[in-house]
């Protein structure tokens, strides 16, 4: 790790989270751990089957079962708009989100909720549920994206025709949206070329895999006003959803938010809520509701399963002249697909004159896909990477090499539109080769990958407030979920701000009664945007407490500064004041006007676009085609790390999801369309024994716009893995096998058609 | 169906409570005794979420009934501490950022303890095949594994 030169008190330091000690010893709340007296729980009904029309829904049966409080259907709720509306990375349909929540007219994929019922066990609900009599007509089902595609494919909406072509379509289709980004003349490019290499990759749908699954405790009273604990990325997020979907005003729900255990983008939007509201509502009592592990798999998150064609051209130098990609990425079962950060990222770590992407949004007859960690850039980038590596190789290149030849820098115009700012992809790939790892020479059957990795990273809304209790203490609330450690980060930069110390500080996650919107915790903005906030807060409490000392010492404000904590006169002519501190302000507040606060609510603007680069190694066994990951290190441009403890955890954790990615993981489809894998033991993500450490440099270039240099880490380190291991596999077995996963099937077989 | 009454140890304290015969100890912990601390990740043993020690033995309890654990000792995240002062592996944990999400760290907790108790000079191959039943998805597990040997270390060093 390279440590930096020692410029801040807090920030940069390996704090305990404030967190921490609920979070060991089992006391902290997470969305299933509520209970409240005469609560019920809820249980939700899917459809067996991929693609069916509901032609009815019997549920006296299982209303008339004694202890069940409530059952459900769309019939319940009210019809939505078609209305989109931004939310996470991407446009909400409010009408194909309640669909979503609630299947009315058909059922989409297996897996997708029909039904709800709440009853006083979960043992009586689960049998209430297997009464609901749902009659459904089976339909032709798609589940590939390619297959999606073709003219004769079942189509899943009938009232849709492919958006961004001109004329519109007068067939509706399963394409939803075409996007294209440009730059110069693709073609021309490649005509200057000495080298073109075209590929087509695949990759599988996979599974956020967080651990805790979704989770919700909600409770209506008679007045209308809505409780609801649960567990996500945003309870903002949560109140507006429900609010839209539900019709009930935003100021009569409060959200919660629980200690989440896991996202990675897959706890962006809503499954259960609206449906414990309305179970809640209909029961009269609070009711819970918990999904299965299976219900996970089926029915929430997962992203896109993709088909996509690379197409790049260098010169014989390595000099990239021309790149061209066309990526269809599946959206599941509406619209949404994460095509768009797909075709935006993929070219955008090199500085390229002549670039063509176009993408296509695809629905079948999958779970809809929600955000995952960076969403589409994986994808996108996975084949990019593992063109340039090819690139690299054929013209006998390093592999660090010819990305620092044409690395995006300052200055760079990317195709998807912005022109580069201080950016440190250059620094990663320094710091990548400067490594022993890179330098350390490989045995038999082994082989090394390079892949790097880009990411926006965004801001937008949050709030934060500090306020300096009578005993000089300090209670800092924001609304930003705390996925993993985002509580320390806010307390150091606070602690850094005002001068005190951070222990003094207490972070709190507020209800959405208790401060204001804050987009949802994703994006990699929390540190970024929502750090932004609490430092504007904590300069807001700075001027106030410079006032109060003003006021007592009978001077201008501007003849008092804020140093170290304590108010002290700008310069002798002002006057020979003691300086006094936060605490001895706090205490004679009361005399001085009042309690001392400091807010902001802000839309955080200039987010700083991050790279990473990774090196792994592998080893594959040639009689069993398994690969084991032998070595692995990540680099990442962080602007600043606040918490570098927390900073590695989110580089490493990332490059782990990649690495499973790249060679495990995988949805499975039986020919009927239902998932054959819904399950740990089937859909494997990596364990303990799989890996080695995951060494984590961070380098730091600061980010100009944010008061400490923040760029945001969390979605970077999921881009690079997926081509890094996979260029590591062709250097080891000579074979590129352009899909993923890496299975020891796939493997084999590769190795054998080489022979 | 009648429940049954069942007496146990739970945390060196005497406990009892009633379940239905087909009621795994997780759900009893959680729901009939109120410790919310052990998680449920998949109920079908294969995330270890759910760890508890039962007579000194790492189970996992969701594939453990709740009447199994009658005239048994039961050992659980929210015992692990003794009062205020934290289990050496809790406060590595703290100080090394071995949790980011926390909704794993119970059960890999009680595992890392389970192993530790036996074994105080793990390699790092033992440790990573002892806790390959924890998943975890945040962290990648470098932090953990870490965090575990250096408990161990210092634990031999004491
Ligand atoms: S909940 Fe018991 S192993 Fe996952
Ligand atoms: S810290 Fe989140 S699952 Fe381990």
Not at chain 1, 324 to 330: H, V
Not at chain 1, 692 to 712: C, K, L, Q, S, Y
Not at chain 2, 54 to 71: I, N, P, Q
Request: aromatic share 6%; charged share 20%.
């Amino acid at each position: 790790m390279n440590e930096q030169p020692k410029q801040f008190k807090w920030v940069g330091t390996r704090a305990i989270r404030p967190d921490g000690v609920d979070k060991v010893t089992g006391r902290a709340m997470y969305g299933a751990d509520l209970s409240l007296p005469g609560m019920v729980e809820g249980k939700v009904v899917r459809s067996p089957h991929a693609h069916a029309r509901i032609i009815s829904i019997d549920t006296s049966k299982a209303e008339a079962l004694n202890g069940v409080t409530a059952v459900i259907t769309a019939a319940d709720m009210p019809v939505a708009d078609s209305k989109p509306v931004a939310s996470g990375e991407a446009m909400i349909n409010f009408k194909d989100l309640a669909n979503n929540v609630l299947a009315r007219e058909k059922a989409l994929y297996e897996g997708q909720a029909v039904a709800a019922v709440a009853a006083k066990t979960a043992d009586i609900a689960e049998q209430a549920a297997a009464l609901i009599v749902v009659n459904y007509e089976v339909l032709p089902h798609v589940i590939d994206v390619m297959e999606a595609i073709k003219e004769d494919a079942p189509v899943l909406h009938d009232d849709m025709f492919t958006g961004g072509v001109k004329p519109k379509p007068e067939k509706a289709s399963n394409v939803a949206n075409r996007v294209e980004f440009a730059l110069g003349d693709a073609d021309a490019g490649f005509a200057a070329a000495d080298l073109v290499i075209e590929r087509q990759f695949t990759t599988e749908p996979v599974h956020q895999g967080y651990i805790e699954p979704h989770a919700v405790v909600a409770d209506m009273n008679p007045d209308g006003k809505v409780d609801v604990f649960c567990s996500s990325q945003g309870h903002f997020m949560v109140r507006a959803f429900c609010s839209q979907l539900l019709h009930i005003e935003m100021s009569k729900i409060k959200v919660t938010a629980a200690e989440i255990g896991g996202g990675f983008g897959g706890k962006t939007t809503v499954y259960l809520e609206p449906l414990a509201i309305m179970l809640s509502r209909k029961s009269g009592r609070p009711v819970r509701m918990t999904m299965s592990r299976e219900e996970v798999f089926r029915g929430s998150g997962a992203t896109s399963g993709a088909a996509m064609t690379i197409k790049m051209g260098a010169t014989k130098d390595g000099k990239i002249t021309g790149a061209y990609a066309e990526l269809y990425l599946q959206a599941g079962a509406f619209p949404g697909s994460p095509v768009g950060p797909a075709a935006m990222t993929a070219f955008a770590p090199y500085d390229l004159a002549n670039v063509k992407v176009v993408g296509f949004d695809v629905v079948s007859n999958r779970q809809k896909v929600v955000a995952y960690r960076a969403p589409g850039a994986p994808i996108s980038e996975y084949g990019v990477e593992s063109v340039v590596d090819e690139l690299a190789s054929e013209l006998g290149i390093d592999p660090i090499e010819i990305r620092s030849m044409n690395g995006a820098k300052e200055g760079t115009q990317a195709a998807y539109g912005v022109k580069f700012g201080t950016i440190g992809f250059q620094e990663t790939l320094d710091a990548a080769k400067a490594t022993e790892h890179f330098k350390t020479p490989l045995g038999p059957n082994q082989g090394r990958g390079v892949a790097s990795g880009f990411w926006f990273n965004i801001g937008g809304e949050s709030c934060a407030g500090i306020r300096i209790n009578e005993d000089g203490s300090i209670s800092l609330t924001e609304g930003s979920p705390d996925i993993g450690g985002s509580r320390a980060s806010m307390a150091l930069m606070a602690a850094e701000t005002l001068g005190v110390d951070y222990n003094k500080i207490k972070p709190s996650v507020v209800d959405t009664d208790a401060t204001g919107y804050h987009f949802v915790t994703g994006g990699s903005r929390v540190t970024f945007a929502t750090g932004m906030a609490v430092v504007e807060a904590s300069k807001a409490a700075i001027d106030e407490l410079r006032a109060r000392a003003a006021q007592i010492w009978d001077v201008d404000v501007e003849g008092v500064v804020w140093e170290d904590g304590h108010a002290k006169p700008a310069s002798t002519n002002v006057g020979d004041f003691e300086p006094m501190s936060l605490a001895e302000l706090a205490k004679v507040a009361n005399k001085t006007g009042g309690p001392i606060s400091g807010h902001a609510d802000i839309n955080a603007k200039g987010a700083g676009p991050a790279f990473g680069t990774h090196i792994c190694d592998v080893e594959v066994d040639p009689d069993t085609g398994h690969v084991t990951v032998l070595r692995y290190t990540a680099v990442q441009d962080a602007g600043r790390a606040i918490h570098p403890g927390y900073v590695e955890g989110q580089i490493q954790g990332g490059a782990v999801q990649g690495i499973g990615w790249a060679l495990n993981e995988e949805y499975i489809y039986d020919e009927n369309g239902c998932l054959e894998n819904a399950g740990f033991l089937d859909y494997r993500v990596p364990v303990a024994s799989d890996l080695p450490m995951i060494d984590a440099i961070i380098v730091e270039v600061p980010n100009p716009t944010h008061p400490f240099g923040v760029r945001g880490v969390g979605e970077v380190p999921i881009i690079p893995p997926l081509a890094a291991v996979s260029n590591a596999v062709a250097a080891a077995t000579g074979v590129r096998f352009n899909r993923l996963p890496l299975s020891p099937p796939t493997i084999l077989a590769g190795i054998a058609a080489k022979k | 169906m009648a429940k049954h009454h069942i007496t146990t140890t739970i945390n060196g304290e005497e406990a009892e409570y009633l379940c239905e015969p087909q009621e795994t100890l997780l759900d009893v912990l959680r729901d009939q005794v109120g410790l919310t601390g052990t998680k449920e990740g998949c109920s079908s043993g294969d995330c270890g979420a759910c760890s508890v020690m039962l007579d000194g033995r790492l189970v996992c309890s969701c594939l453990v009934l709740g009447v199994e654990a009658g005239g048994k000792s039961v050992e659980t995240i929210e015992g692990m501490a003794d009062g205020e002062d934290l289990h050496p592996l809790q406060q590595k944990f703290l100080e090394e950022a071995a949790l980011q999400c926390g909704f794993c760290t119970p059960g890999v907790l009680i595992a890392a303890k389970a192993l530790l108790d036996t074994n105080n000079n793990p390699t790092e191959t033992e440790v990573r095949y002892w806790l390959a039943g924890n998943l975890c998805r945040c962290t990648g597990y470098d932090k953990i594994i870490r965090a575990v040997m250096d408990t161990a270390a210092d634990m031999r060093g004491a």
